[in-house]
């Protein structure tokens, strides 16, 4: 079974920036497109970045190009997210999520999800 668990969140100002970590759990991580997706309080899932295993194309969201960019290190088994230039409007649960190859960014589209990672931006 597939367990992804992130790490790396935490309290921050804004301006500042924070890498998120997800380690995955199975020898199959190197076949899944992975993604990160973010749930602010009373607010929808909503799609961050993503990385397409079949070809490692990269693509975010608008709100966060230019300053979040997602990576992955298929021999450690991890996907990451960095972000810069953070905001307010960033706070948030992160998660990661793994889907089957292709560019995903629908939440329905992604098979496993990791237990969140709150990340709190200061004014």
């Known amino acids: 079974q597939v367990q992804l668990v992130e790490s790396g969140g935490g309290l921050v100002q804004a301006g500042d920036s924070l890498r998120l970590s997800c380690a995955h759990s199975g020898r199959t991580f190197s076949t899944y497109t992975m993604g990160w997706f973010r749930q602010a309080p009373g607010k929808e899932r909503e799609f961050v970045a993503g990385?397409?295993?079949?070809?490692?194309?990269?693509y975010s969201a608008d709100s966060v190009k230019g300053r979040f960019t997602i990576s992955r290190d298929n021999a450690k088994n991890t996907v990451y997210l960095q972000m810069n230039s953070l905001k307010p409007e960033d706070t948030a649960v992160y998660y990661c999520?793994?889907?089957?190859?292709?560019?995903?960014?629908?939440?329905?589209?992604?098979?496993?999800w990791g237990q969140g990672t709150q990340v709190t931006v200061s004014s």
């Open positions: 999520a793994g889907g089957y190859p292709g560019r995903r960014s629908d939440y329905s589209q992604y098979a496993y």
């Open positions: 990385i397409d295993v079949s070809n490692g194309n990269t």
